[in-house]
């Protein structure tokens, strides 16, 4: 006779109270766990914002030095009008263009210039100053301004005229030399030396002061 076993499945045994504790804990962490991460989140933010430097703010404006801003050596500059007749040339060993001031230094210059008469003016000194609209110029050391006569066939009879001295300054708007420094000043074949001259172009007149002399060719 066959007899018939039923085995009955064994029933979930209890929790542990070790696993108990263990469930409740992580119950507990899950609660706090989203703050927890805030806060981190936070202190992060934080330390990126100690540890990321500050923006550099705009420097101002630093005002004009003398120091050079441009500087050329061994040149030769070359200026023409706009039919294209050549109205300067300027030559020197260095010159340098100081921003404060607006003004070129040129060593060992020479500069040639031609009027609208089709006169030629040169001035050469061991340093020239000029500024920025080149109107004023300052010559300084063995300072020589020629301007030689007017071409032929001009309607006036200008002659040849020499400045020669230390220290002379020229304006070309009105034409005028000036030194304070004994010059010479030579006009065609007369010769004339004081120890100061300003001579107005646009009146073709020579204050000379101090010891004059002259010696004046016979007429």
Known sequence: M???ATIAAPA???PSRR???HHRWWDQLSIYLPVLLMGLLALASYWLLRATPAPLEPEPDRPPTHEPDHLMRRFSVKVFDASGA???EVYGAEARHHPDTDTTEIDQARIRSLGPD?????????RIISNARQTAFILEGDAVVVREPAPSGAAAAVPRLEFRGESLQVF???ERVISNRPVVLVRGNDRLTANSLDYRGDERAAVLQGRVRATLAPR
């Open 2 to 4: 066959n007899t018939a």
């Open 12 to 14: 979930h045994a209890p």
């Open 19 to 21: 696993a108990r504790r």
């Open 86 to 88: 050549l109205k300067s």
């Open 118 to 126: 089709g006169r030629v003016t040169t001035a050469t000194a061991q």
């Open 172 to 174: 070309t708007d009105p």
